[in-house]
């Protein structure tokens, strides 16, 4: 249990690993401690200003780019090797990964880690509203009524522009009601963070869906029909 | 609350702290639970830590933590209190 202690930002692990070892030590955990070691590396990793141990908005942002950076390589090799013909699409996932975090690391540079979280959580959340209507079968006739396309699902290149301005619009409308609901910023930084990986990982959930949820793998073929993919 | 209501009878560490709980709440406080606890405590000026014996650190309340703990023990005292005297109407 003591290699959980690895989670913990490092500054953290300096100032209280020497006790929490001593402390697992003195007491025999179960998958509970564990799970609650996991939790406290989580909220710790979160909540940085606590304990007054926050490193700067810059570096934290460079290691937002850096992580979903990875997150779309990950995504790129599995839909490699999962569809040898979709090179395009799985690079666009990976564009996507790091222009999104790009963004927000610039966007926290200019105008500070504040509205750089508005900004990140309203596109992730975007995203992540895109993959959960993508789960109710009864959204593919809204999409096919509104053409409101899925933007990750489908994602061919030539549609980039315009899902540019419907993620601007989309952008400027969450933001607006983020702001009016007085939802903390870090709050949204976790939020958002959380549904951004959900996105990425949505080959995953493809793959995992397809032998339960045969109307899910159809929702995937339509909208690549529609956006002009093969199915 | 149970953390500073443990540190009220002496400087504790981690260890001890969580076994005072668990006798006086029954509570069992997770490690990471309580460093996380402890942690925000910490960066609000209610404990602070004590030089460290072997590895263990104690903690001890501050008087900014005593002003707390009263505070919200007497609201709780009030609940409670309220709480039995309608209890006993049933």
Known sequence: ?231 | MLILTSLLEKPRHGYAIVKDVEVVAGVHLGPGTLYATLTRLEARGLIEALPAEDRRRPYRITDAGLAVARARLERLEAIARTGLRRLARV
Do not use: N
Not at chain 1, 60 to 73: D, E, I, N, P, Y
Not at chain 1, 185 to 203: H, K, P, T, Y
């Open chain 1, 1 to 231: 249990m003591k290699r959980l202690l690895w989670l913990y930002p490092r500054p953290w692990r300096a100032r209280y690993q020497a006790e929490v070892r001593a402390l697992l030590e003195a007491t025999p955990g179960g998958w509970r401690d564990a799970l609650d070691l996991i939790m406290g590396a989580i909220d710790a990793r979160l909540h940085p200003q606590t304990a007054g141990y926050g490193g700067r908005r810059w570096t934290r942002a460079l290691g937002v780019v850096c992580l979903a950076a990875l997150g779309g390589l990950l995504l790129f090799a599995v839909d490699f090797f999962r569809f040898p013909g979709s090179g395009a699409f799985a690079g666009a996932h990976f564009l996507l990964a790091v222009v999104l975090s790009g963004g927000v690391a610039f966007a926290s540079r200019l105008l500070g880690a504040r509205l750089a979280a508005w900004f990140f959580g309203a596109v992730a959340l975007r995203y992540g509203l895109s993959l959960v209507l993508s789960l109710l079968p009864i959204m593919r006739v809204v999409f096919r009524m509104v053409g409101f396309r899925m933007v990750v699902l489908s994602f061919p290149l030539h549609i980039l522009v315009v899902d540019a301005v419907g993620i601007a619009l989309w952008t400027s409308v969450v933001t607006l009601l983020l702001r009016w609901t007085g939802v903390r910023w870090r709050s949204g930084v976790a939020i958002a963070f959380g549904l951004e990986l959900l996105v990425m990982s949505q080959d995953f959930w493809m793959i995992v869906a397809h032998p339960i949820s045969p109307w899910y793998w159809q929702l995937v073929s339509a909208l690549q029909h529609m956006s002009g993919r093969r199915g």
